[in-house]
């Protein structure tokens, strides 16, 4: 039987932990974090991947997270019911291990963690942001996974990732 991208996604995140390596999800601020938090938060509430820190670094992302989690408590006609009701005075978006890095200096803290954890940073496609600098420190360790969750449009340096080329070029520098 071939995979569900939720199997798929369970699986890589299990294995990466177990061999004690870190996930990288490169995500688009808008809707895709939300999105992948919302997964995280279920996989690790049902026990399908193990409780790891997930930190969210992306200022956008974190305003837009802000946003919706307004939407939710004030039961906004843009968000579903029964999600409102659902989620009333508790966050859709944090398994209990949730860390948003707001500054850089946050951000810049991440490369002193040294236990397993899974960190969401924007620009999806790996073009630019946060994101670049977890790339630059994380693709050389094949304890590390990243996971590509969004459209990698030719030319980018997601796309180039997705098709497995053995080395990318980083501020300049080629990194394996």
Do not use: C
Request: net charge negative; hydrophobic share 40%.
């Amino acid at each position: 039987a071939h995979e569900t991208p939720t199997e798929e996604f369970e699986r890589i995140i299990t294995e990466t932990v177990e061999r004690g390596g870190s996930v990288l999800i490169p995500a688009f601020a808008v809707d895709r974090t939300e999105v992948i938090l919302i997964r995280l938060r279920e996989l690790m509430q049902a026990d399908r991947i193990p409780r790891v820190p997930v930190y969210v670094d992306s200022p956008m992302a974190l305003s837009s997270l802000e946003f919706y989690r307004q939407a939710i408590a004030e039961h906004s006609p843009e968000i579903r019911a029964d999600l409102a009701t659902q989620w009333a005075g508790r966050d859709p978006f944090d398994p209990g291990t949730l860390h948003e890095m707001r500054t850089v200096d946050q951000s810049k803290s991440l490369n002193d963690v040294h236990e397993s954890s899974i960190i969401v940073s924007a620009s999806g496609m790996a073009t630019g942001g946060r994101v670049v600098h977890h790339l630059a420190r994380m693709l050389p360790n094949p304890k590390n996974t990243v996971v590509m969750v969004g459209y990698q449009a030719q030319g980018t340096r997601g796309r180039l990732l997705v098709q497995g080329e053995s080395e990318v070029r980083i501020h300049g520098q080629m990194v394996p």
